[in-house]
């Protein structure tokens, strides 16, 4: 069993590969290499090595990237992402009830903190984790609109919210959705899911890395 001298050793192999989200990794074991890795199949790749040599920076980046993804949650990212889509929520229908317009910006307010709840409960750098992010920041505009309606009918009926909450059929609240989709809401929700899927890595990854 050969003691590799760092990751450098592993990039220079011809057993090397790279796998979007993961990085670098050994063909044999599809899994990323650490400076304690131990190997008996280490083959140097000597045209590589001659045409693009490892700089020292670019070993010190991968190192980095290994010790992020050991530190990735993606459950606390979901929890954090999904509290704070539904804080979102209620806080879009608070406001749009009390003013008596639908804002199509508060979308863009929700990618915003979801995103970040995603970023600061996940500490991710793995692409779930900006999916999640989309996803979850999607969802908070669905509620948005869908609590606002609500507290539009019951202010209409004069009724109360959680009274008008069981007697509106769903399907009749997610026609309105749809319809309402058909505007420029769209565009709004589209930018959602932009903020929410960019914002939910990591603040150390670049963006030109591992996303």
């Known amino acids: 069993m050969r003691k590799l001298e760092g990751i450098e050793e592993c990039r220079n192999c011809v057993s090397r590969n790279f796998v979007n989200g993961k990085g670098l990794v050994c063909k044999l074991t599809g899994e990323n290499p650490t400076l304690e890795s131990e190997c008996n199949d280490f083959t140097l790749d000597e045209e590589l090595t001659n045409i693009a040599p490892i700089t020292e920076e670019e070993v010190a980046e991968e190192i980095d990237m290994n010790v992020l993804k050991s530190e990735e949650n993606l459950p606390m990212g979901i929890i954090a992402g999904l509290l704070a889509c539904l804080v979102g929520a209620a806080v879009w229908a608070l406001v749009s009830v009390s003013t008596g317009y639908q804002i199509g910006y508060m979308a863009i307010g929700m990618g915003f903190i979801v995103g970040y709840a995603v970023r600061i409960g996940g500490k991710g750098v793995s692409q779930i984790?900006?999916?999640v992010g989309a996803a979850l920041a999607l969802l908070g505009c669905i509620l948005g609109d869908y609590f606002s309606y609500i507290g539009y009918i019951a202010s209409d009926e004069g009724l109360g919210y959680m009274?008008?909450?069981t007697l509106?059929?769903?399907?009749?609240?997610?026609?309105?959705l749809i319809e309402n989709l058909m505007s420029l809401t769209a565009l709004f929700y589209g930018i959602a899911l932009f903020e929410g899927y960019k914002l939910s890595f990591s603040?150390?990854?670049k963006t030109s890395g591992s996303i």
């Open 129 to 131: 984790f900006g999916v």
């Open 163 to 165: 009274e008008t909450l």
């Open 168 to 176: 509106i059929p769903v399907g009749e609240m997610m026609d309105l």
């Open 203 to 205: 603040l150390q990854v």
